[in-house]
């Protein structure tokens, strides 16, 4: 019996060990770019949603681009996107155990580039941080399936009275392009556009398609 459970369970390995692979972090330090894996859905579409429709807030819809190292739009990649609520607050999920995970509270979502790497976002317009000089922004990470993972420079914007020349300066990377932006509202809904460019400025990348 020990010998046919030893047999099973080896031919079991291969695609357990598949489905806990991951790709490696680079553009460290990264706070908390593990929980890019965290909740990551089997299926991903190129169009989704970080707050729920019964979020309170003003919508806000994110879209973009994005660029491989070629210049050229890259289809299949995932762009993980977090943020705090319209107070500013990540507001908690009682079904997340790991503690970074945590700590983005539960407005996050992944979205998965289509053809022509096209990726957009629903959600709201976040708050900036309670008591706190820091510009609102959506936290963005970048997945690329079988090659690595990373996080971009925040969506900030220009209309932001704490988004000051010196603010940018201290916190703008161009980690993946710019990335503030100038919100149009339309219909009553914040347009915000953030391109990305896969690898620019982030230490250690690699392109595995080169």
């Not at 973009?64 to 500013?88: H, L, M, S």
């Not at 990540?90 to 983005?104: G, H, K, L």
């Not at 976040?126 to 996080?151: F, K, N, R």
């Not at 919100?183 to 556009?193: D, F, K, N, S």
């Amino acid at each position: 019996m020990r010998r046919l459970l030893t047999v099973l369970l080896l031919l079991a390995s291969p695609p357990a060990l598949a489905q806990i692979q991951r790709e490696p972090v680079v553009g460290l330090p990264c706070e908390g770019c593990e929980a890019v894996f965290d909740g990551m859905p089997g299926k991903i579409d190129s169009h989704a949603r970080i707050a729920p429709t019964t979020e309170p807030g003003v919508p806000m819809k994110v879209s973009g681009t994005v660029f491989g190292t070629d210049g050229r739009p890259r289809a299949g990649i995932v762009i993980y996107a977090y943020q705090t609520n319209r107070d500013g607050i990540y507001p908690q999920s009682a079904v997340v155990r790991d503690p970074e995970t945590r700590r983005q509270g539960s407005l996050r979502s992944w979205a998965r580039t289509d053809a022509g790497g096209r990726y957009a976002f629903d959600t709201i317009r976040p708050g900036s941080y309670p008591a706190q000089d820091v510009p609102e922004h959506i936290h963005m990470h970048v997945l690329e399936p079988g090659c690595a993972t990373y996080y971009v420079d925040d969506i900030m914007f220009t209309d932001d009275p704490k988004l000051t020349p010196v603010q940018i300066r201290r916190i703008a990377r161009n980690r993946g392009g710019n990335g503030i932006s100038t919100p149009v509202l339309r219909a009553g809904t914040w347009q915000v556009q953030r391109d990305i460019h896969l690898g620019e400025n982030i230490p250690g990348y690699r392109d595995c398609r080169s």
